[in-house]
């Protein structure tokens, strides 16, 4: 079994950043892609950034510039760094992880962590 565990969510105000992170455990042995979505209320699930096992990464058009993703395959995390926070940001954001143990493809879900920008 795989769990996540997401950490570094909070309430900021306009223009600070935050840090989100989240770890790995369990039997998940070949990481392929890491990223980070997020749900606003009322809206839908929607991708912020991904980062894949060759370092490759790609980013929702309105947090180009601002949010920076990274992971450490040794340590099975991954990160995410949010500079220029605006208030459109405030949504829970999910950690994904999508990889093997074995043959068995996962795709596994954080439990979410709330980000709230309002001045």
């Given amino acids: 079994q795989v769990q996540l565990v997401e950490s570094g969510g909070g309430s900021v105000q306009p223009g600070e950043s935050l840090r989100l992170s989240c ?13 980070w979505y997020r749900q606003a209320p009322g809206k839908e699930r929607e991708l912020v950034a991904v980062i894949n096992s060759d370092g490759s ?3 929702a058009d309105s947090v180009k510039g ?3 993703i990274s992971r450490d395959n040794g340590k099975k995390t991954v990160a995410l760094q949010m500079n220029s ?3 459109d940001d405030t949504a ?3 950690c994904n ?5 074995g043959y068995r493809y996962l795709d596994v879900w954080g439990q ?3 980000v ?4």
């Fill in 57 to 59: 990464t790609n980013y």
């Fill in 112 to 114: 979410g962590t709330l």
């Fill in 92 to 94: 829970v954001y999910y």
């Fill in 116 to 119: 709230t920008v309002s001045s």
């Fill in 97 to 101: 992880v999508r990889g093997y143990s």
């Fill in 85 to 87: 926070l605006k208030p």
């Fill in 66 to 68: 601002r949010f920076t």
């Fill in 23 to 35: 770890a790995a455990s369990g039997s998940i042995f070949l990481i392929n892609a890491m990223g």
